[in-house]
């Protein structure tokens, strides 16, 4: 059962092969024996996740069960959800303990009947490519546990690669669903900004920000997506527009496919080995009736210092309301306002947190937001416009998702500019609001390697199609990491 599918595991509930709380207990089993090596949960309660099980189980009886209902899932603390640690992996929320749900959350749980198994670790409010900014500590990478697992989604990767669960939201503000799924083999999808709801999201760059599913394949994502998306009145950027199901073009043919490859992504800049798994993948996508086109986005090369301008200045405005006063972690002794809200603040926050909270301010500040903040905005209007350019000549664009496969625990943690290059294929997606995907596509030195598939505004239908094809055509995304038993 641990390696079943989603439509596997919800054809064995609705045939009472197995039930929630028996498929429940096999995966929290699961995680208390091998969570301790991973780090990839930082809360779990055995008894609330059951609950649901035996609520999902009676929802089957009744015959009132979705096509999920009863399926495990693990949740990003970056999601608020009612009655449970919500912490965003900062000490600032070590103790805060959510009062309402997340759309996210609710849509999964009180609609579908899902089953949550806890929450996964993350990079301190989701800034981060490696999942050591955790005040909870590293995450592993099942793959090899002296490596990171990409962040800031890496428990949520982590979690689904050791199959401590069938699969797991995730949240991609500048990669951090692709890439940590690139390094972990898995498939992750950010959905276009606005489809999934952003309510009960603990914000990070607002703009930017986009929940969205990771699971073993693109039939398992497709799947789950179905449960997260929809119109929000509370999120002020969601979007109203019909309901798609996900599921339902996954076997169409790629006859006719047009392949961009941005020439920009396949210069230097990344691992010869990653390149060559990636351009195998292409050709079997050219075994499957796809032809390549070459397109061109100028401007990708300036993604990476315009987002490290706007998502620290949407981050100092957004950190801003963790002050000591209303919730979470206040300094335990201060002298007056103004020195609680220094220390609680300085004791609060990590290093990399702080260091965003700087820049942003700094950027915004008097004298500099034009020469900083505003040009960024400009440069971010000219990256969207090299991808519509682009998808005039191609229905999907293809790139790595990652410049190397997972690197060793503390090997970037001292450059943090090292760091923030580990995104420079994903940020761009973001910056224009589209849809991407990574899918797994090989292996180099026994690591796993992402391909990066990119579409235009609401193709997720069309991604999901492309990927789905592939993985019927080949396996990497079958495989699991050894010694994880």
């Known amino acids: 059962m641990i390696n079943a ?53 009676a929802r089957i009886a009744a015959g009132t069960a979705g096509p999920l209902t009863g399926i495990p899932i693990a949740q990003k603390d970056i999601f608020c959800a009612e009655g449970w640690l919500s912490t965003c992996g900062s ?17 999964m749980h009180a609609e579908a009947g899902l089953v949550s198994l806890g929450k996964t670790n993350m990079d301190e409010f989701a800034m981060g490519s ?35 669960a069938p699969a797991a939201t995730g949240t991609d503000t500048g990669g951090s669903i692709r890439q940590p799924a690139a390094l972990c083999n ?26 969205g599913p990771m699971a073993a394949s693109a039939e398992d994502c ?11 009145e509370r999120d002020s950027t969601s979007l109203e527009r019909p309901v798609e199901d ?74 801003s309301r963790f002050d000591g006063v209303r919730y979470g972690y206040r300094a335990p002794e201060y002298g007056n306002l103004d020195d609680m809200y220094m220390k609680t603040r300085a004791q609060g926050f990590g290093a990399e947190v702080k260091r965003r909270i700087l820049i942003g301010a700094y950027v915004l500040s008097h004298g500099y937001y034009d020469a900083y903040y505003l040009q960024a905005q400009r440069i971010r ?14 229905d999907v664009i293809m790139s790595p998702t990652s410049p190397s496969t997972a690197f060793k625990l503390g090997e970037k943690a001292a450059d943090p500019v090292q760091m923030y290059l580990s995104d420079i294929y994903t940020i761009a997606v973001n910056l224009a609001g589209l849809p991407g995907m990574s899918i797994p596509c090989g292996f180099v030195g026994g690591l796993p390697v992402g391909l990066q598939l990119i579409g235009n505004y609401f193709a997720e239908n069309r991604l999901l199609n492309v990927a789905h094809r592939y993985q019927q055509a080949t396996d990497w995304h079958q495989r699991r990491p050894g010694g994880i038993e």
């Open 5 to 57: 599918s989603l439509k596997e595991l919800s054809l064995a509930l609705a045939a009472k092969k197995v039930s929630s709380v028996e498929l429940s207990s096999l995966f929290l089993d699961r995680i208390e024996r091998l969570n301790p090596t991973l780090n990839a949960f930082v809360t779990v309660d055995r008894e609330k996740s059951l609950v649901m099980a035996r609520d999902a189980d």
């Open 91 to 107: 000490k600032m929320l070590a103790n805060f303990v959510s009062p309402y749900d997340a759309t996210v959350i609710r849509k």
């Open 130 to 164: 490696s999942n050591e900014t955790s005040f909870f500590g590293s995450v592993r990478n099942p793959w090899d546990t002296q490596r990171v697992p990409g962040g800031s989604s890496g428990g949520s990767a982590a979690a689904v690669a050791a199959r401590l």
């Open 186 to 211: 898995l498939t992750g999808l950010k959905p276009t900004y606005g489809v999934v709801s952003r309510y009960g999201m603990i914000a990070f760059a607002s703009s930017l920000d986009q929940g």
């Open 222 to 232: 497709a799947l789950l997506l179905n449960t997260m998306v929809g119109f929000d």
């Open 246 to 319: 996900y599921a339902r073009d996954l076997d169409k043919p790629l006859d006719g496919l047009r392949i961009g490859l941005p020439k920009e992504f396949f210069g230097e800049g990344c691992d010869a080995e990653v390149m060559a798994a990636v351009r195998a993948a292409i050709a079997e996508y050219e075994k499957l009736g796809a032809t390549c086109v070459e397109v061109s986005l100028p401007n990708s090369h300036l993604s990476v210092p315009a987002y490290y301008v706007i998502a620290p200045a949407e981050a100092s405005s957004n950190l």
């Open 381 to 394: 209007r000219l990256i969207a416009n090299d991808f519509v350019e682009a998808f005039k000549h191609c």
